[in-house]
């Protein structure tokens, strides 16, 4: 049998279905899966690095410790950065501690927009989504919605939850409604009720993500493990964690778990076990019914307390503005940044695009901030311990002087 060179391409997209299939691969073994299911290929080891490198799929030698208390990021190897940004940034591992980080892949120039994106997982703040069970706002989007026109359409089922399209009625049935739907799924309206009168949305996160499970498991196993490595890849870290940096934890903690343990036991009620009675598929659509079981492996996994909390936390220390963002999660934080977050839709948080602040060099990474730039450095080093479990080490907190300069002063009139 002759050898053949593959082109760029096809290895590419083998050495990416490996990594997709076990994303802790290194060259080595990655070079070896490529020659186990391509004999006929001549690859070498460092065109498979170079491949690798280039696609964000290489993690660094030299790895920091990591404890419990530390977010962990991933590469998401399913996400064609290069499509989505039109070859203009691309993200790779930078080490373990700070995980993932988006660089330019060229010159970009100030006030680009780079990309824009709609959540993988979205829910609005509580005020909206009152509105949106009583009606007046969109079941997706939470955009208020205007009486009298012809485009704002109903749940065919429950009949009150409304939507200001049928794109948006389609994609929140896809996402989640056939899972919150109350004339369906009558125990779902016990857990949120319980998040809204706690105003506990990183409860409702937390579901959201679960229902994308729930729902990829009825499209076939594939879908399965894509969503289960979308979610994955986003930095994680277990909410206790991050609410024992707080100075209550000591006299709340106790309270705080048995909250936790009241939540988890309504959303297995919800959505542990198959919801049955949905209408059948029509005109040879997808099917409708949740009714399929997930596999055992999995439902042992995430419907455990140490998952839920994982799902909490990792809603709270991604979500932008109630979205989480596969591309915009591999963004980090600077205390000056040099990109901003946009919403592209009147009127609603659903959706982001990212834009530059200054003339961004190729190989510089883009950064936003986590925080109000405005506060002083002990304030900003205090929050974002706090809420993301990170010392900022970025220029200007490490420098001597901590007064704002005219970039950040730009980007704060940008961001305010």
């Avoid at 994308?212 to 879908?223: D, G, Q, W």
């Avoid at 959505?271 to 999995?298: H, I």
């Amino acid at each position: 049998m002759a050898s053949i060179t593959p082109d760029a391409a096809d290895l590419l997209a083998l050495i990416k279905d490996v990594k997709q299939k076990d994303a802790s691969l290194g060259v080595k073994k990655v070079l070896a899966e490529v020659q186990a299911q391509q004999p006929t290929w001549l690859v070498s080891e460092k065109r498979v690095k170079k491949l690798m490198s280039d696609a964000g799929l290489v993690q660094t030698k030299a790895e920091p410790e990591v404890d419990a208390s530390v977010p962990v990021s991933h590469v998401d190897a399913a996400v064609d950065v290069h499509a989505l940004t039109q070859g203009k940034l691309k993200v790779r591992m930078i080490n373990r501690l700070v995980g993932k980080g988006m660089f330019a892949n060229e010159d970009l120039p100030k006030d680009m927009n780079l990309f824009t994106e709609f959540p993988f997982v979205y829910f609005p703040p509580w005020k909206r989504m009152t509105m949106v069970r009583k009606g007046d706002a969109c079941g997706l989007c939470a955009r208020t919605l205007k009486n009298g026109s012809i485009l704002v359409c109903g749940c065919p089922t429950c009949k009150r939850v409304r939507y200001c399209t049928k794109a948006c009625r389609d994609t929140a049935w896809d996402s989640f409604h056939r899972f919150e739907c109350a004339a369906i799924n009558p125990h779902i309206k016990a857990y949120m009720d319980f998040c809204e009168g706690e105003t506990w949305n990183a409860g409702m996160g937390a579901l959201r993500c679960y229902e994308r499970i729930l729902i990829a498991n009825e499209i076939s196993p594939e879908e399965l493990k894509r969503v289960l490595k979308h979610l994955d890849a986003f930095a994680t870290v277990s909410q206790e964690e991050r609410q024992k940096k707080e100075t209550a934890w000591d006299m709340m903690g106790d309270q705080t778990y048995d909250m936790w343990k009241k939540a988890l036991s309504l959303l297995v009620k919800a959505c542990k076990y198959p919801v049955e009675g949905l209408p059948a598929a029509k005109n040879g659509g997808s099917p409708q019914a949740v009714t399929k079981p997930l596999p055992d492996d999995v439902a042992n996994s995430i419907f455990t307390m140490d998952m839920y909390l994982k799902f909490l936390g990792r809603y709270n220390i991604n979500n932008q503005d109630g979205g989480l963002y596969l591309l915009h999660s591999s963004l980090n934080h600077a205390c000056v940044p040099n990109v901003v977050i946009d919403h592209p839709g009147a009127g609603t948080n659903y959706g982001v695009t990212v834009r530059t602040l200054r003339p961004i060099k190729k190989g510089e990474e883009l950064y936003i901030t986590y925080c109000d730039p405005r506060w002083g450095r002990e304030t900003r080093q205090q929050y974002l311990k706090t809420e993301y479990l990170f010392g900022c080490k970025c220029k200007r907190c490490q420098g001597a002087s901590d007064e704002l300069g005219g970039e950040l002063m730009e980007a704060i009139f940008r961001l305010v």
